[in-house]
């Protein structure tokens, strides 16, 4: 991620991008014996890498339209490139982004990454990996701004992920997947701002989510720690027992929601100003509308499946069975005390960059948003509140309805591409196999067969008897005798 942030030059800057993507499938697939583990890892790096191609090819456009790879060159030969040249740059440069940050369509890796350990998906969500697409674009803005188009499909991408990711996250009972959709929301929400024009308060959202989206995860660990277990429906009541990751998950998720004075309300009131400013120009009027509509829309979710979580998590009648001692290694028994030092430790250094971030700033907080975006946010809470009160062992995702089995399922975007892509490549791949062993390889063991067959054949003249290799010969010296007999 260093290499990426510091490189002058776009193709060193491709070398720490694909450096990383190794990293993390490796980090990803740590308890590869699993072969769950190993598939998600698997399927983080070929969808990941799908989305690198365009990358390569994008770089290319763009070195070659500039005359040079040098990313400072490259910015300063943005106003002397053709329009053609920079959409299809851009346009190229956004599959790697959306690959790498999980923006639709490329997203689906991302939920399935939560095999790694804990801290992995802190490192993953906060510090390298998904932060890299947004980096990217941020550091060649001139070059996306300068390609109309293109920020009409980033702000489409940003506005389909930030809603949809939201109410998946609404409808997840693992807790990591919670926050993994979660990532993907706050990602398309930096995307968004992006595509409105402000870079700035992207990456002042980015360097937040960064502090408090580490602390959810890092919090998350040690609750599993605690319970044993991913689910919240075998979680509860845990605030007494877990009195330093209770205070820390409420700072983090508060920042999540964007509630003042946590970090995330500045930097999501500054994404929300740019969005709507592009309402009076810069992105088309129907890109703009709907980008600012979900990213509403997402405030009033994010609220909604932040308190659930919390409130699952923490509140109502504990759930945890105690296990038997298993053996060695191979499974946790329930532990009622807090983490150990090493792990609160952390946990409690985060959480105060999480709470504090947003002062370090130089925001200008737009009372208008402002009130809009925490009345959002306390009003999806609240209903989620008022259903957790009526019932506190149901789930308040059954308030979806119909919905609820789709979100679960992230709208079977998953199955359509194991339908679409998946089985005809799996099915075309054994084609091949079956064509490369029964007629490539057929073709080989026939002709040795064939060969076996023939030699089988004349060996039948080598016998040892020399009587018959006498007779043999006298029988063809005849032959040819009387064949010049009768020819002459």
């Not at 697409?133 to 991408?157: K, N, Q, S, Y």
């Not at 009160?389 to 992230?410: K, M, T």
Request: with cysteine; net charge neutral.
């Amino acid at each position: 991620m260093l290499l990426v942030v510091y490189a002058g030059d776009l193709l060193v800057l491709y070398v720490g991008w694909e450096i990383m993507g190794l990293c993390s499938y490796l980090l990803i697939g740590h308890w590869w014996e699993d072969l769950g583990n190993s598939r998600a890892a698997i399927k983080a790096f070929l969808v990941t890498r799908l989305g690198d191609v365009g990358f390569l090819f994008g770089i290319f456009v763009l070195g070659i339209g500039a005359g040079s790879f040098r990313i400072a060159d490259v910015l300063a030969a943005v106003p002397q490139m053709s329009s053609g040249t920079l959409v299809a740059a851009t346009l190229l440069l956004l599959a790697g982004v959306a690959g790498k940050s999980a923006q639709v369509p490329l997203h689906t890796w991302l939920p399935d990454a939560m095999a790694g350990p804990t801290p992995i998906s802190a490192l993953i969500h906060a510090a390298t990996m998904v932060a890299a697409g947004i980096f990217i674009v941020a550091r060649l803005f001139p070059a996306f701004t300068a390609a109309g188009p293109t920020m009409d499909v980033l702000a489409v991408m940003a506005a389909l992920g930030m809603l949809g990711a939201a109410l998946a996250a609404l409808a997840q009972d693992d807790l990591k997947r919670v926050l993994a959709y979660s990532t993907v929301s706050q990602l398309a929400y930096m995307a968004g701002g992006l595509a409105a024009g402000s870079d700035t308060a992207a990456i002042f959202h980015l360097v937040t989510h960064g502090a408090f989206k580490a602390l959810l995860f890092l919090c998350a660990g040690l609750v599993i720690h605690h319970v044993g277990a991913n689910l919240m429906s075998q979680m509860g009541g845990l605030r007494r027992d877990l009195p330093v990751t209770f205070a820390a998950t409420t700072v983090g998720f508060a920042a999540l929601m964007g509630l003042p004075p946590s970090s995330g309300f500045f930097s999501k009131d500054a994404l929300l100003v740019a969005m709507e400013g592009a309402l009076a120009g810069g992105l088309t009027d129907a890109a703009a509308l709907l980008l600012y509509g979900c990213a509403l829309a997402t405030v009033a979710v994010t609220g909604a499946y932040a308190t659930r979580a919390w409130l699952r998590t923490f509140f109502g009648p504990p759930r945890t069975v105690a296990l038997p001692e298993p053996e060695p290694g191979t499974a946790h028994v329930i532990d009622t005390r807090e983490g150990p030092r090493t792990m609160l430790v952390p946990v409690a250094l985060l959480a105060v960059p999480a709470l504090l971030l947003g002062f370090a700033a130089e925001s200008h907080l737009d009372l208008p948003v402002a009130v809009v975006s925490v009345a959002l946010a306390l009003l999806g809470a609240g209903v989620v509140y008022v259903a957790w009160r009526a019932d506190p062992l149901a789930d308040p995702a059954r308030l979806l309805g119909v919905l609820r089995v789709p979100c679960e399922r992230a709208f079977y975007v998953d199955g359509l591409y194991s339908a679409v892509v998946v089985r005809p490549v799996l099915a075309l791949a054994r084609g091949v196999l079956r064509t490369d062993d029964v007629v490539v390889d057929g073709a080989v063991r026939g002709s040795g067969r064939a060969a076996r067959g023939l030699s089988g054949l004349l060996r039948l003249a080598q016998n040892g008897n020399v009587q018959l290799y006498l007779s043999g010969l006298l029988a063809g010296v005849l032959l040819i005798a009387v064949g010049a007999v009768v020819l002459a």
